[in-house]
């Protein structure tokens, strides 16, 4: 697949609006993976444009206000998200593409809708198509067009810009680590540029020094995807981690040939990174086609036999592992044991991934992390291979209830399996999932 994407802006003119208006006028044209997204029919010239006559001003300058929150933020829930990464809320009196952009922090997505057919509008996006790139291609991308725009303003003698001024904000904040971490986390609770109060930045960051800056950015995207309360103090953790259940991370099972490395994450799907390890799992511990028993996976986490028909959860809305010394406690979110099951599956992964973290959260968010333990729980718990023996092409939600029963597992689980190997179109899955494969 060619996982490539480009803006194209070829400057138009413009008698009317702004300075910075008139001169970034143009025929604005996104593709990607060779598909134009944003096609569409323009009725007072009654012929298709793959580039509709925009404002590169406005564009450049959304990319540049919410480049964090575009660049990090995974798909969520909360009420402002869609004003950060859907392209028609940019405004300014044109019809902008209904793209959404969002990323998993590996990947981005690029999703276009086509626009609905409306008398008084006279043009219509008409182009229905996903896109999932490196996020590093993303940022090149954006780049490259709001330097081409910068560059055009300053040929027309037009500046300093609002666009300028927050274009060398975003450049001198990626260049600075430890401010470039807290623009980071702002973005992965769904916060705008300094939107943190100091206290919250001093808690998250004694925490990360405490568990690692990458798991605690795991329960800000967390806290982003729905507004959630849970603590992300270290005190927090343990406190909420102490009343699971007692582990012991020396005698938990480790893989013995992990799956081909030589990728980076960027260049390989989530569910499919997910589920290479299950299965190298499975094969390492001879487990067959048949389900994996409590008592076994419990052994996997050298947890106590009775983990997973437990119902003594955590309040703190996440599973977590969490290591304290020679110790280490699980508490989980579920009081079902289908639930459970699959989150301490979960939970291994994480451990499998990031053997040395000192927390492995199992949260909500999509962010790329959370993906893999969900494709990894998956396969682990109901084998794709097994699931297509015996459904044998019956895939009617009757039959998808036996199976998930005979796997202990949701429905939504088994559901999941076929539509990321692609038995089943996305659609069928929930639409909040639907960028699981990416």
């Known amino acids: 697949m060619n996982n490539g994407w480009k803006i194209s802006a070829e400057w138009e003119t413009l008698d009317t609006g702004s300075q910075e208006e008139r001169s970034c006028f143009a025929a604005l044209g996104i593709q990607a993976n060779d598909r134009w997204l944003t096609e569409g029919r323009d009725a007072l010239a009654n012929r298709l444009r793959q580039a509709p006559l925009l404002s590169a001003y406005h564009l450049a300058e959304w990319f540049a206000w919410n480049w964090w929150r575009l660049r990090w933020e995974p798909r969520a829930s909360n009420p402002d998200w869609a004003f950060a990464h859907k392209m028609s809320n940019i405004g300014g009196g044109y019809i902008w593409p209904n793209i959404t952009i969002f ?3 590996e990947r981005t997505a690029l999703l276009a809708k086509a626009t609905r057919e409306r008398i008084e509008t006279p043009f219509r996006y008409i182009t229905d198509a996903a896109a999932i790139l490196p996020s590093g291609k993303f940022e090149v991308v954006v780049d490259e067009f709001v330097g081409q725009v910068l560059e055009r303003l300053d040929a027309q003698g037009v500046g300093p810009t609002n666009l300028s001024c927050l274009w060398s904000d975003v450049i001198a904040e990626r260049g600075d680590p430890e401010l470039s971490r807290i623009r980071k986390l702002e973005a992965l609770l769904g916060k705008q540029p300094d939107d943190l109060g100091e206290d919250e930045v001093i808690e998250f960051l004694n925490s990360a020094e405490r568990f690692g800056i990458s798991a605690v950015e795991e329960i800000a995207a967390d806290q982003g995807h729905s507004l959630a309360s849970a603590s992300v103090s270290a005190s927090g953790l343990l406190a909420a981690a102490q009343r699971g259940f007692a582990v012991k991370p020396s005698e938990m099972v480790r893989l013995r040939r992990a799956p081909d490395s030589s990728n980076r994450p960027a260049d390989i799907p989530a569910w499919r990174l997910g ?6 799992l499975r094969d390492q511990e001879a487990l067959g086609d048949a389900p994996l028993e409590n008592v076994r996976l419990a052994e996997f986490l050298a947890a106590e036999k009775g983990i997973a028909e ?10 977590i592992l969490v290591h304290s010394n020679a110790e280490a406690h699980i508490a989980l979110r579920s009081r079902w044991q289908s639930g459970r099951r699959f989150e301490l599956a979960r939970l291994l992964c994480d451990h499998l991934m ?3 973290d000192r927390l492995s959260p199992a949260t909500r968010a999509n962010t790329y992390r959370q993906k893999v333990q969900r494709s990894f729980a998956a396969e682990l718990l109901s084998p794709f291979f097994s699931v297509m023996n015996m459904l044998q092409g019956d895939y009617s939600q009757e039959s998808l209830l036996d199976l998930a029963q005979h796997f202990n597992v949701s429905e939504m689980t088994i559901r999941t399996q076929l539509v990321n190997h692609g038995v089943l179109e996305r659609e069928d899955l929930d639409p909040d999932a639907v960028l699981q494969v990416a």
Do not use: C, R, V, Y
Not at 275 to 280: D, F, Q, S
Not at 310 to 319: D, F, R, V
């Open 354 to 356: 990031h053997p040395d």
């Open 275 to 280: 589920a290479e390890m299950a299965k190298a």
């Open 310 to 319: 437990a119902t003594k959860n955590t309040e703190l809305g996440i599973s």
């Open 103 to 105: 990323s998993d922090g």
